[in-house]
């Protein structure tokens, strides 16, 4: 194909492509594609503007954008769906005005952040509709991508849901030394499943075993494209859903090469043909598109045969991945404690619902535990803390493994039926109450949540 072509069918699909089209990109095998997917036209990949956590305002409303193709009505951060991106420097202080535009109470939690009870934004710490919340925290941890969402009990999964999430990152001196591909070639994806009624509008619909839509969403966007060059791209992901879980792989069959998750940075990069993602998980992931100039490349998810988002490639570029030093991280050992948490049918943990005046455990400030997750029934179940980041020690039962992107600092992992899991954790940032439960949001409103105190 010519680049003249090429290009002509790439404008042609951002408007309506109908039923034209070559290689179908659908149907799991890997693929070469010259001519966009199937299925009608595409729409290109919003990027939410960046700002900084100095001085900011968020106002959580209604508000109407453009998904792809039309007018739908969603919850958004400052009207953008997903919310602005907020990007921040290690030692920079935050200082967030937080505004309640909703007809409910909501409060905005900083997902992987460390911070005291305060600006946690727990469920602790709800306001009215109307109502403000000002956070001032000092931002002191790893170079690492966390998201915000609101947390009030009982209403997080319609609130996430209808579209009030974004990504928060952290970058610092390691990052900066590693020459990582920036500004386009550094992309943020916050992927999710959403159900739009018939007006077009986000609608949410729980079920209890977890809300499950009926189309993939990439920042806010349906079936987007997004246009790169044959070089080194830099892709950071967020699992935005309520509930779905999704296996990433690339049409090509090509590898990603996984750099970090969580926490930040991994030990050791890896090349990857398939990552799980669970609801509240990150990764940080290397792609090199050179070789496939004039083609299309798709990020799909392999669980429900979907394409994420699709690459036409324009230029041919020379970017292969880097062998990159990746810095060392230090070991949690010797646990003084072992601590047990079934997560029980779909609404409890260890057998309670959550209460938020009740304190179920205290843990000791600067003391490292053992904390091993089990289910009694209805996984998956993303196990989620706040507060601190563990590190991943085993899995038996079920998949019976550590996965490369479990490695290194975590503070939210998968556990699927008849799994069990052991993590080591150490609250070394602040003493006051915390929570820890299940991210898929339909579980964590029912109840599937526990408050413990650090002291
Ligand atoms: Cu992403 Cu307690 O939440
Ligand atoms: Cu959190
Ligand atoms: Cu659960």
């Given amino acids: 194909m010519t680049r003249n072509g090429f290009l002509k069918a790439a404008a042609a699909s951002a408007v309506a492509l109908g039923t034209a089209g070559g290689a179908s990109l659908l149907g799991g095998s890997p693929a070469r594609a010259a001519r966009p997917p199937e299925g009608g036209p595409l729409y290109p990949l919003y ?25 739908s009505q969603v919850w958004a951060y400052n009207d953008s769906f997903p919310g602005p991106s907020i990007v921040a420097s290690r030692g920079d202080q935050a200082s967030i005005h937080l505004v309640n535009g909703l007809q409910q109470e909501t409060i905005t939690h900083w997902h992987g952040m460390i911070v005291d009870e305060a600006n946690d934004g727990g469920p602790f710490r709800t306001i009215p509709p109307g109502g403000t919340y000002d956070y001032s925290f000092t931002i002191n941890q790893r170079g690492c991508l966390n998201f915000y969402h609101p947390h009030p009990h009982e209403l ?13 990152i952290v970058r610092d001196d390691v990052e900066a030394g590693l020459g990582l591909p920036s500004g386009a070639r550094e992309v943020p994806l916050l992927i999710r499943d959403a159900t739009l009624d018939s007006a077009g509008n986000l609608s949410y619909k729980p079920r209890s075993g977890g809300f499950d839509g009926q189309i993939p969403l990439v920042n806010g966007t349906r079936r987007p494209f997004y246009v790169v060059g044959g070089d080194l791209y830099r892709f950071r992901v967020v699992n935005g859903a309520n509930a779905r879980i999704f296996g990433l792989t690339l049409s090509t069959g090509a590898p990603f090469t996984l750099i970090g998750n969580d926490g930040g940075f991994l030990e050791t990069q890896s090349d990857l043909t398939r990552i799980d993602i669970a609801p509240g998980e990150r990764l940080d992931l290397l792609v090199s598109f050179a070789g496939y100039q004039y083609e299309w490349v798709a990020l799909r998810d392999a669980r429900s045969n979907w394409d994420l988002l699709n690459f036409p490639v324009f230029s041919p570029g020379t970017g292969s991945v880097p062998t990159l030093a990746l810095p060392s991280i230090p070991k949690l050992s010797n646990p003084v404690t072992t601590r047990t948490f079934s997560f029980d049918g779909m609404s409890k943990i260890n057998g309670k619902e959550f209460d938020p005046n009740r304190i179920d455990f205290r843990v000791p400030f600067g003391t490292t535990e053992l904390w091993r997750f089990t289910t009694g029934g209805n996984a998956p179940h993303p196990v989620h803390v706040h507060g601190a980041s563990f590190q991943v020690q085993s899995r038996t039962g079920g998949r019976g493994t550590v996965f490369p992107w479990e490695r290194g600092w975590k503070d939210t992992v998968l556990l699927e039926d008849r799994e069990t899991v052991d993590v080591l954790i150490r609250f070394d940032g602040f003493r006051g109450r915390y929570v820890i439960h299940c991210h898929k949001l339909e579980h964590e409103d029912m109840g599937m949540m526990s408050a413990f105190e650090v002291y």
Avoid at 62 to 70: E, L, Q
Avoid at 156 to 168: H, I, P, S
């Fill in 47 to 71: 990027i939410p503007p960046t700002t900084s956590p100095q001085s900011l305002s968020l106002t959580e409303a209604p508000a109407v954008v453009d998904i792809g193709g039309g007018q």
């Fill in 156 to 168: 997080t999964g319609e609130q996430v849901n209808l579209g009030l999430a974004g990504a928060f």
